[in-house]
């Protein structure tokens, strides 16, 4: 029942989750923040050593920011700097599409940090960013979707995902 499954399956295309609960760019949650997480697995597992370091995405998808609410605008946009421009670097040449948290339509932060994400946008090639504050979700908790929640987050993000790469792109 998650939004990204059901993204990908309306774009015909196969998800490489990487994240754990709770974290972000700047929350470690369960395990470390979003940098690290590019690096490991677990905190013993490092992504060179599994069958996933030989994958190169033809896409990267972002949705953090729920989980960094609490830290200042000014740092969520330094630690978002220094997370694309590593991804960039990981992976030159794939677009990376920025999700703004789903609480956009209601916590100020969120708002504020998806005015700092549209900022910061033209500083990187082939970077997008997709706002969610008209989505108008239900959630089990105020902060996760619920079924029909993330069945409308997965089409709502399907289709934003195609007016930005094109139809052909999944094809």
Not at 10 to 31: C, D, K, Q, R
Not at 130 to 148: F, G, K, Q, S
Request: aromatic share 10%; glycine share 8%; proline share 5%.
């Amino acid at each position: 029942n998650a939004y990204a499954w059901h993204t990908a399956r309306e774009l015909g295309a196969v998800s490489y989750p990487i994240g754990y609960g709770g974290s972000g760019l700047h929350n470690s949650g369960t395990f470390a923040p979003m940098s690290k997480a590019m690096e490991y697995l677990s905190e013993t597992r490092k992504v060179a050593d599994s069958p996933v370091a030989n994958i190169t995405p033809d896409l990267i998808v972002i949705n953090h920011g729920a989980n960094d609410y609490i830290i200042s605008t000014r740092r969520f946009g330094m630690l978002l700097q220094s997370t694309v421009e590593k991804l960039q670097t990981k992976y030159p040449g794939v677009p990376i599409i920025y999700v703004v948290a789903f609480w956009e339509c209601s916590n100020p932060a969120i708002i504020e940090q998806g005015q700092k994400i549209d900022e910061l946008a033209p500083n990187f090639k082939n970077f997008h960013v997709i706002h969610t504050a008209d989505w108008n979700l239900t959630y089990t908790d105020e902060v996760h979707p619920d079924v029909a929640g993330a069945r409308k987050a997965g089409s709502k993000l399907a289709m934003e995902i195609r007016k930005i790469m094109g139809e052909d792109f999944f094809a």
